[in-house]
């Protein structure tokens, strides 16, 4: 074999894995970004029956799915004020295999929660604007970015 074919088979096995977990690590921070903030928040007409229902509609065609999530959360702060409190997390969360953390302050939380009671195929919600503090997933201990959201404090 010549010495820069093996070189080419010796990288794709020590970088190839390297590479794609990078590009999933990618790809969940792109989504955290598209699915989670809403900064400033999104005015709805008033035919659209309120903010999570037309959300919602967007985030049901992002994922790709027609199933009706119970709840999903919408922050209503700037990507680089949520972004910087997953610079450095000491946490584990072992129930989700990522690392986590606690906003320090509260910022402003949109709560979309499923109507319950109604056919399988309609999703409506109700919305809760708040202001809470944030378990955010990050995608690695330190420099890493939030890729998503366990719940609020």
Not at 6 to 26: C, M, N, R, S, T
Not at 51 to 59: H, K, P
Not at 80 to 107: H, M, P, Q, V, W
Not at 129 to 143: A, V
Request: proline share 7%.
């Amino acid at each position: 074999m010549a010495p820069s074919v093996a070189w080419l088979v010796f990288l794709q096995f020590v970088l190839g894995p390297a590479l794609v977990e990078d590009i999933k690590v990618q790809i969940a921070v792109r989504n955290f970004r598209l699915l989670h903030i809403d900064y400033p928040r999104v005015s709805y007409p008033k035919g659209f029956r309120g903010y999570c229902n037309g959300l919602m509609a967007y985030v049901r065609g992002r994922k790709w799915s027609w199933y009706c999530p119970q709840i999903h959360y919408m922050v209503h702060a700037p990507w680089r004020e949520i972004n910087g409190f997953c610079k450095y997390s000491d946490s584990f969360c072992e129930n989700y295999n990522e690392y986590c953390t606690l906003t320090e302050d509260a910022i402003p939380v949109t709560i979309c929660s499923l109507v319950s009671r109604q056919p399988p195929t309609s999703c409506h919600y109700n919305d809760t604007l708040t202001n809470q503090r944030l378990y955010l997933l990050c995608s690695g201990k330190n420099d890493a970015e939030p890729i998503g959201i366990i719940g609020l404090y």
